[in-house]
């Protein structure tokens, strides 16, 4: 298989997901704007988010599919299925239970994550509201996250990459349609989290059945713990949610001291945090995707050199495509924020505030991505105590910088905080990777790293002199000039460092990567 063309594939689709998931926050910010009801979705919507990622996406993906990788190399088809069953058995049963609590207690969890909205009643019952209808998205998205692991496995990642677009067009309606008809507009877009939800897990389940997948739901929970597999899962799990846990801690803390700051903030920082997620999910989520199946059979192989030189492959891609996104994010803020969100009710008071939560994500950028390379190269080896000893330190961290930085820049410092919590947090997985003997870096790091800060350079001076020709909040009455305007400076940028790197010898073909399927 080649991983290069397949990364090219899964970036299309998850491409696809970003840019509806653009035009949905575009019309949110037109139509809602950055206020107290905004505040109240964006922190009724981060609780079943965080708990997505944390149990979901997550220590559930890491500690599965290693072990799914393990049953399908060494134990056949059949140990394979009957391992699917009782995991999808099991997480259902859980799921419910963890739905119902937390449908019940949503007030008593609304209080602990963002007390800062008790001093406003109305939007602290919005947000309790919003967050009961949501709360059922945990439970779907898990399924999502089995169906995508399973998948996965099978090397068939179009399908979980393509999943995203769903949830985005159902908000687009919710956004668009169905706040129309609603007393209170904004329940349209927890509306909208509900029945995307339901069809990323709905859309699965054909591609599950043709490669003979599809989970059979017990009765009976207890007959699925008895599998071996599946309590392995489970001891995996428990140090990974840990581990997953830390940084989701952080973000929890970080939405309690938003909710505290001047009105608006949360929305600020979940209208930046939209911008980041364009390279951390095209590089980030697609190679970590791509690379933790072809890093569990690797390891069930005992291939060692495989193993090293996947994660080298990983490294030079993500150095070569992130740190130019890391670039842009620093140069250009405004112009990126103006044009995409600057309409209706987003004034440019909230471009100037979303443009320095941006510059601040940017400067950690590199941080957040490469730990989606290299935290792989522990949950393959089903090692998650190393993981998650780093990710408490992080924590630590980032916390004890929220104390320098928020006082000096406001919501800007917590966005600054996450971003370089996350630069020691792939500094400190490096050295535990190369201190264990498991990740050998191939030769030539030294000039490339030399030849691509070179082409940075000239890009960030292109990149700069040519925003500066604009003024982005004055061109507010003429977007589709702003647009251009916009379009021309990313293609001159890219252009300018692409072309350097041509120049100093860099060629596509040096990036190919093919593994056995």
């Known amino acids: 298989m080649n991983l290069l063309k397949t990364l090219a594939s899964i970036s299309g689709m998850t491409m696809l997901s970003r840019i509806t998931g653009l035009a949905r926050d575009i019309l949110i910010n037109s139509q809602f704007g950055a206020n107290a009801l905004s505040d109240a979705f964006n922190i009724a919507f981060r609780i079943p988010n965080l708990l997505r990622r944390l149990f979901a996406e997550g220590a559930f993906a890491q500690a599965f599919v290693p072990i799914l990788a393990e049953y399908k190399t060494q134990k056949g088809e059949g140990a394979t299925k009957d391992l699917v069953d009782h995991v999808g058995t099991l997480l259902t049963w859980a799921l419910l239970l963890t739905c119902a609590l937390g449908i019940v207690g949503a007030p008593v969890i609304l209080y602990v994550a963002a007390n800062g909205l008790l001093d406003r009643p109305a939007v602290f019952h919005a947000s309790v509201v919003m967050t009961r209808i949501m709360f059922p998205y945990i439970g779907f998205m898990s399924m999502v996250a089995l169906a995508g692991g399973i998948l996965n496995t099978w090397r068939e990642f179009k399908i979980p990459a393509f999943t995203p677009v769903v949830y985005n067009l159902s908000s687009i309606a919710g956004s668009l349609w169905l706040s129309r008809y609603l007393e209170q507009p904004i329940y349209a877009l927890a509306i909208a989290v509900f029945v995307g939800g339901v069809l990323q897990m709905a859309i699965q389940v054909p591609a599950l059945i043709r490669i003979g997948m599809l989970p059979r739901i017990g009765w009976r929970p207890g007959t699925a713990w008895q599998d071996e597999g599946v309590r392995r899962i489970v001891r995996n799990m428990l140090p ?51 690379l933790l199946p072809g890093l569990s059979k690797a390891n069930a192989d005992g291939d060692t050199e495989e193993y090293s030189a ?83 330190s992080v924590m630590i961290a980032t916390q004890l910088m929220n104390l320098v930085f928020v006082p000096w820049i406001a919501h800007a410092g917590l966005a600054l905080s996450v971003g370089l919590g996350a630069c020691v947090n792939a500094l400190l997985l490096f050295i535990g990777l190369r201190r264990r003997g498991i990740f050998h870096p191939q030769k030539g790091w030294g000039m490339f790293l030399l030849k691509l800060t070179a082409a940075l350079l000239l890009m960030a001076a292109v990149s700069s002199w040519i925003s500066d020709q604009f003024h982005w909040l004055e061109m507010k009455h003429t977007p589709i000039l702003r647009a251009g305007a916009l379009a021309l400076l990313i293609l001159a940028s890219a252009a300018a460092y692409f072309a350097a790197l041509g120049v100093m010898g860099f060629r596509p073909r040096d990036f190919k990567k093919t593994t056995k399927v």
């Open 240 to 290: 990974a949610i840990l581990a997953v846990s830390a940084s989701q801690i952080s973000i929890l803390i970080n939405t309690s001291l938003a909710s505290k700051m001047v009105e608006g903030s949360t929305s600020w920082l979940a209208s930046a945090d939209r911008l980041m997620e364009f390279p951390t999910a095209l590089l980030g989520v697609a190679l970590g995707t791509i």
């Open 310 to 392: 996947l994660l080298d492959w990983g490294l030079r891609l993500t150095f070569l495509l992130a740190m130019p996104a890391a670039v842009a994010l620093a140069t250009i803020p405004e112009a990126l924020t103006a044009t995409l969100f600057h309409h209706q009710k987003f004034d440019a008071h909230a471009v100037q505030m979303t443009s320095k939560a941006l510059v601040s994500y940017g400067i950690g950028l590199i941080g957040l991505i490469v730990v989606k390379i290299l935290a792989p190269g522990f949950y393959a080896r089903q090692d998650i105590r190393t993981p998650v000893k780093i990710a408490v």
